[in-house]
């Protein structure tokens, strides 16, 4: 029976290197070197260290590439790592209204069996779009209801977005790919637990877990394992179990080849929640055209979605993924200072006096006019009144970085230099940087690979960067 899922899956396995022009081209090797600076830096984070040493202590062979080693491991650990160190510090990418974190699940799975299979630059960069728009697409047709239920989309999603990516970076056939693609859907996981009191790791995982099972659900497939070949939209699937009343079973299928997601993808300025990302940026430009110190700061008032109030209002967060979902803290980090450091969001650096007194003068308020926005737009209204009784005000709809305020090529360069900087030597930044670009006329990713590798710095060098940039 064809359903809206075999139809998409089928027009992007239908794709070719011949189809994708340069535009796509960019995107998707631009999406390739903004997550695997996230995920570099992720991995000198408490998390990354933690599922790195795991999967090195098991000896897994392969010639899949760990972040942050030179030890080569098997494709469906990398992927684990390595997508849970991606999605480590909330700077990895989103497609906005659909509630989810594309790259770091379907870059770190599809490089992984990239490296593992031989494959080219152009296709990988092609399972990478195709990734996306599964991505995308199931995001969409689950709808926000699940989410706000308390299921993490990305780890719904992820599987599937993964499994697809890799069955095309491997050349699965099409009943293969249907297949993991229905084993894929029993592994769909994720609850929103973390952004309650203490958050603990296990977000960061989320990624991870889905990329992991994506590569795993291929590897399967391709001995034999056979799975629900209409796992997505069919009875007991994935859109009838978890999705809620607001199911769009249509948004699987509407108006193939039309336009991809990869190129309305919204690349993270500020490493924190994406609902955040508006008030960061309203108060960051407030700073800058004003110049208030944190001391003129006699209060801050947020008017934002529904949504944001219930699930971003922390006051006193102790630990990174607490703060990271914290309106009032970000607020803090935002004026007290800098809204796009990520050290800021470092344990050791969650008590700081300036931070915390901002916070503690930050109130959050629903609008209407910002909820009826959502998911579409996370948009924020935000008021700084001074102590000299001034009242500033910034509406942000679209923070930058999002498709309506979209990243630079050089942008993105420039973030993979200072995220990588705490991981790698300078001239490995170069060389990764050289090879990520020449990656639509690579014929393999044996370049990549040999960089990705190259040049770590050591534990106690790392320590010191760490420490110097907080």
Same mark, same amino acid.
Request: charged share 20%.
């Given at each position: 029976?064809t359903?809206? !899922? ?9 794709l070719?290197?011949k ?7 960019q995107?998707?090797t ?7 600076a996230c ?8 998390w990354?260290r ?19 080693s ?14 849970? !160190?991606?999605?480590g ?22 490089l992984?069996a990239?490296e ?24 969409h ?8 239920r ?26 293969e ?11 769909a996981?994720?609850?929103k ?8 790791m ?20 391709r001995?034999?394992?056979?799975g629900p ?6 009875r007991?699937g ?8 607001d199911?769009r ?5 509407? =108006? ?5 997601a990869?190129t ?8 924190c929640?994406?609902?955040i990302?508006?008030?960061a940026?309203?108060l960051? !430009?407030?700073?800058a055209?004003?110049r ?5 700061? =006699?209060s801050?008032r ?9 699930q971003?209002?922390?006051?006193d967060?102790?630990? +990174?993924?607490a703060?990271?979902y ?12 800098e ?9 050791h ?6 931070v915390r007194?901002?916070a503690a ?5 629903v609008?209407?006019?910002?909820d009826?926005?959502? +998911?579409a737009?996370f ?8 102590t000299?009784g001034r009242?500033?005000e910034?509406?942000?709809i ?7 305020d +979209?990243?630079?090529?050089?942008e993105?360069?420039?973030?993979f ?7 790698? =030597?300078p001239?490995?930044?170069e060389?990764?940087r ?20 190259e040049g ?7 320590e ?7």
């Amino acid at each position: 029976m064809t359903t809206a !899922s075999t139809r998409l899956v089928e027009f992007l396995m239908g794709l070719t290197e011949k189809d994708i022009g340069a535009t796509l081209l960019q995107h998707a090797t631009m999406a390739v070197l903004d997550n695997v600076a996230c995920g570099l830096y992720g991995s000198r984070q408490a998390w990354g260290r933690i599922v790195n040493d795991f999967v090195l202590s098991e000896g897994a062979k392969g010639r899949a590439t760990l972040y942050g080693s030179a030890q080569p491991i098997s494709p469906a650990r990398a992927a684990l790592a390595n997508g849970t !160190s991606t999605h480590g510090f909330e700077l990895d990418d989103i497609i906005q209204g659909a509630l989810t974190h594309p790259g770091a699940v379907v870059a770190s799975a599809a490089l992984a069996a990239a490296e593992e299979s031989g494959a080219s630059g152009p296709r990988l960069l092609l399972a990478v779009i195709a990734g996306y728009e599964m991505m995308a697409r199931l995001g969409h047709a689950l709808g926000a209801e699940h989410n706000t239920r308390g299921y993490h989309t990305t780890g719904v999603a992820g599987p599937i977005a993964a499994a697809l990516a890799v069955g095309i970076v491997t050349n699965l056939r099409r009943d293969e790919l249907l297949s993991a693609i229905g084993i894929a859907c029993s592994t769909a996981a994720g609850i929103k637990a973390f952004t309650q009191g203490t958050g603990g790791m296990v977000k960061r995982m989320h990624a991870g877990h889905a990329a992991e099972a994506g590569v795993v659900a291929c590897e399967l497939a391709r001995r034999g394992f056979t799975g629900p070949l209409e796992g997505i939209d069919g009875r007991f699937g994935l859109l009838d179990v978890i999705g809620g009343s607001d199911v769009r079973p249509e948004a699987l299928d509407s =108006e193939l080849g039309a336009s991809f997601a990869i190129t309305r993808i919204w690349v993270k300025a500020y490493p924190c929640c994406g609902l955040i990302h508006s008030t960061a940026h309203a108060l960051e !430009s407030l700073k800058a055209e004003h110049r208030f110190s944190p001391a003129q700061v =006699e209060s801050i008032r947020i008017f934002t979605s529904k949504r944001a109030v219930e699930q971003n209002s922390n006051p006193d967060p102790r630990e +990174p993924m607490a703060a990271q979902y914290s309106l009032q803290y970000s607020a803090g980090v935002a004026v007290a200072k800098e809204a796009r450091d990520p050290g800021a969001y470092a344990q050791h650096n969650l008590l700081d006096a300036g931070v915390r007194q901002i916070a503690a003068r930050t109130r959050l308020e629903v609008d209407q006019k910002m909820d009826s926005l959502y +998911p579409a737009h996370f948009a924020a209204r935000v008021v700084v009144s001074t102590t000299d009784g001034r009242n500033l005000e910034r509406t942000v709809i679209d923070p930058h970085g999002t498709p309506a305020d +979209p990243c630079s090529f050089d942008e993105v360069a420039a973030k993979f230099a200072k995220l990588a900087a705490l991981v790698k =030597e300078p001239q490995a930044i170069e060389r990764i940087r050289s090879a990520a670009r020449d990656l639509p006329s690579a014929p393999s990713l044996v370049t990549l690979s040999r960089a990705l590798r190259e040049g770590n710095l050591r534990d106690e060098e790392s320590e010191a960067l760490v420490t110097h940039n907080a």
